[in-house]
């Protein structure tokens, strides 16, 4: 009985153990529902969040996309194409589209450089900015020639150029002109930075003909030397013409600025266009690339050429951007590079990711004030004035660029040529737009000048895209440390002018008291006497 009394208590006090069991794994179980519907709605966050970006970011860069896409298109029809044995005329039909591209680059090239360099000089206000205008100068100039040195060694140690790789007849052999020495050379380059006449400078440009003049007549054989003049932009007269004119027109003040404004518009202007016609370059390009991939003879060595000078591009920009300028900064600052450095990597990655300065200066601003502390006074001069001036990756490029393409061709440049080089490419650099791929634009110039065939430069379209992108993160890099050194040297300076421009609102807050008190007192009694005019006819009777 006592059994039978006990199996009840024992069976009614099992199904509450077994119900809150239950309950526990109900809720476990709606725990677990809701963190994987959490998990689920994060994910799909997550993938519309990264979506969303990649479209951002392709909308952001969809000319870069297309320029990709010519380029792959272009070799894929150039390699195709070979392999169906194209005649000449063939290849000059794929070719012509592309050449309607250099030429519109062409086109641009007077007036960028003197839109570009005397607004961007007109800036460089060095009357008002004092010693500050002259170390940012300074510093432009300076690390701008360092660059092109720094590419034009490493190209001449690496020789990525083999004259192999192209065919080139030269009939210049059967000529009884020699050589020009050293000495002509510099001459004939101090000549062209100062032309006679700038309309003739648009087109030509002066240089020494040195022929040899066989006896005659009982007469020994002697060495004529004659000034002539050549086919040619003269690149160099016209930089320093717009050189002197836009520091000029920025030191004549109001009476300027009318000039001033014009130039400005103008650069805009240029800027605009080019980056129109820059929507025409992946057409242009895919054919420029096609076109001389079915002209090249022998493809391997210009494929290993343009790796070489690839490697020889990138060396020369790593050497300048990770050893010349930290030096620089250091020996003058005392400070550490790369704390400096690391203040400046959001700045860094920008321009890598948009191969525009003028795109990553509000970035710059933000890394350099915020995180470097530099005064905003010093960014917004040294680096505004930095995006149009101060191109050390496009210098170096040029320099490297236009002695690949003299070793491609064979043709051996002397001392003078390498100093032609290393100057044009420093001045030319300042002409160049900070919008992406200028430098194949101001690369021209530089060709130009040494008289090396501008049809060339769609050799290196093929690998520009990438280049574009060091080189313009180098570009703000060196912007950045300007601003860096710029602001060490004149941080005395600018902390005299806060002094000076308190002590100047003091001044004029004690004067403006005084006026509006004197400015009280003159009202207070045109009101008094207003009443006492008043009173007399308010007396008078009807």
């Known amino acids: 009985m006592s059994t039978l009394g006990l199996a009840p208590s024992h069976d009614a006090h099992e199904p509450p153990q077994d119900a809150a069991a239950a309950a526990q794994d109900q809720v476990a179980g709606a725990v677990a529902d809701e963190n994987e519907k959490k998990k689920k709605g994060t994910r799909k966050e997550d993938a519309i ?103 034009i060694i490493v190209v001449l140690v690496i020789h990525p150029g083999d004259p192999s790789a192209k065919a080139i007849v030269r009939s210049s052999s059967a000529t009884a002109e ?13 000549r062209n930075m100062f032309p006679e006449n700038l309309v003739q400078a648009c087109f030509q440009q002066v240089q020494t003909s040195v022929k040899e003049v066989p006896a005659r007549y009982n007469k020994p054989a002697t060495v004529e030397r004659t000034l002539v003049y050549k086919d040619g932009t003269n690149v160099m007269g016209m930089i320093v013409f717009c050189l002197a004119f836009g520091l000029l027109a920025g030191q004549m003040g109001r009476r300027g600025r009318i000039m001033v404004e014009f130039f400005v518009v103008l650069n805009d202007i240029i800027m605009r266009l080019v980056g129109i016609m820059m929507w025409y370059s992946p057409f242009g390009i895919m054919c420029l690339i096609a076109g001389k991939i079915m002209s090249i003879a022998n493809m391997a060595s210009t494929a290993q050429q343009l790796g070489l000078y690839m490697v020889t591009v990138v060396l020369g920009l790593l050497i300048h951007g990770l050893v010349t300028l930290p030096v620089i900064y250091w020996g003058v600052t005392r400070k550490n590079p790369a704390t400096f450095f690391r203040g400046m990597l959001q700045a860094w990655v920008t ?68 100093i032609t080089v290393s100057l044009t490419a420093t001045l030319a650099s300042i002409g ?34 990438l280049l574009d992108r060091i080189r313009t993160s180098i570009n703000v890099l060196g912007d950045g440390f300007g601003a860096g050194i710029v602001y060490h040297l004149s941080k005395d300076e600018l902390d005299q002018m806060d002094q000076e421009r308190h002590a100047d609102d003091a001044e004029l807050g004690v004067v403006g008291l005084l006026e509006s008190r004197k400015l009280s007192v003159l009202d207070e009694e045109t009101r008094k006497r207003s009443v006492d005019h008043a009173a007399p006819s308010a007396e008078t009777p009807m």
């Open 351 to 418: 321009a890598v990711g948009t191969a525009s300065s003028a795109a990553t200066l509000p970035v710059t601003f933000q890394c350099l004030e915020e995180n470097n502390g530099i005064d905003k006074r010093v960014t917004r001069f040294v680096v505004a004035v930095g995006a149009t001036v101060n191109m050390d990756g496009t210098a170096l490029y040029e320099a490297v660029a236009a002695i690949f393409i003299a070793q491609m061709n064979g043709i051996q440049l002397g001392i003078g040529d390498i």
């Open 178 to 190: 020699t050589r020009v020495s050293t000495l002509d050379a510099i001459l004939d380059i101090i």
């Open 49 to 151: 969040k990264y979506l969303t970006l990649t479209l951002a970011w392709f909308r952001e860069n969809i000319l870069l996309g297309l320029t990709i896409a010519g380029v792959v298109v272009g070799l894929v029809l150039g390699f195709f194409g070979r392999l169906a044995g194209p005649t000449p005329e063939a290849i000059e039909l794929m070719s012509f589209p592309g050449e309607v591209l250099m030429r519109l680059l062409k086109m641009m090239i007077l007036p960028l450089i003197i839109s570009s360099l005397v607004a961007g000089m007109a800036q460089l206000d060095a009357r008002r900015s004092g010693r500050m205008g002259f170390r940012a100068l300074a510093y432009y100039m300076a690390t701008t020639v360092l660059a092109a040195i720094v590419g």
């Open 432 to 465: 160049a737009a900070s919008i992406p791929s200028a430098a194949l634009i101001t690369m021209l110039l530089v060709l130009t000048a040494l008289g090396l065939p501008t049809s060339d430069v769609s050799l290196l379209f093929a690998v520009d895209w």
